[in-house]
């Protein structure tokens, strides 16, 4: 089946600092690109729809100026998060969507800021 | 989409048969059903998917109801490294903007 890979798979960093999280797909071309946020012991939360080549859909609630998201080619998408409190800790998903009917989840990065 | 409901957690003995519930009434006719896992601490992976008629590949099988209001994930023979939350999803991913919403799961455990 279709990979697709996250880097780096966890990440400290200090409050105030800006953290990149790269989602890439490995075997497959990808227009699309989802990014989710878990936190313990719940669901992932949709968070935004990363468009190649065109600006992200950001889904209620997420604040597009600190989850900056850029889709640069078919097979890289890139999640930064600036000016990182501890409350944005949490596991962050990339998905690629794989048409039609399937997507493909990543491994997860896990943040933690301090 | 539909949204689905699933019990918040179940046990299976290892070696027996996980059959996981889903409930999905309000499924429209061109919407698939889904089911992904995911074992703690990784991304989702994907499990099986179907319209109408059941399903059955390397991981489990699918039986969906013929009214297509409910469905059931079998794990014919559960092991341990079956232990993970179980999302029933129901979704139209025809198109590379169809998204994945998660509902809340089941969290299977599978005991020695």
């Known amino acids: 089946g279709a990979v697709v890979s996250q880097h780096p798979s966890w990440v400290i960093c200090k409050s105030g600092t800006s953290v990149k999280i790269e989602c890439r797909s490995l075997d497959f071309q990808a227009t699309t690109m989802f990014w989710y946020r878990q936190f313990p012991k719940q669901s992932l939360m949709l968070m935004a729809t990363?468009?190649?080549?065109?600006?992200?859909?950001?889904e209620q609630g997420v604040e597009k100026d600190k989850f900056l998201i850029n889709h640069a080619s078919l097979t890289l998408s890139t999640l930064t998060v600036t000016s990182a409190h501890p409350e944005d800790s949490s596991f962050y998903i990339c998905s690629a969507s794989h048409p039609p009917y399937e997507q493909y989840f990543g491994p997860g990065t896990r943040l933690t800021v301090t | 989409d539909a949204k689905t409901t699933q019990p918040t957690s179940m046990d299976c003995a290892e070696g027996r048969a996980a059959n996981l519930p889903c409930n999905h009434s309000?499924?429209?006719?061109?919407?698939?059903v889904y089911w992904y896992r995911q074992i703690h601490s990784q991304g989702p992976q994907y499990i099986i998917h179907g319209l109408k008629n059941n399903e059955t590949n390397e991981m489990a099988s699918l039986i969906i109801t013929e009214d297509r209001k409910s469905s059931t994930l079998i794990l014919p023979h559960a092991t341990l490294r079956d232990t993970a939350v179980y999302y029933c999803i129901v979704s139209d991913l025809k198109t590379s903007y169809d998204k994945v919403i998660f509902g809340p799961g089941t969290s299977l455990s599978v005991i020695p």
């Open positions: 990363s468009n190649e080549g065109s600006k992200a859909t950001y």
């Open positions: 309000t499924i429209s006719g061109n919407e698939y």
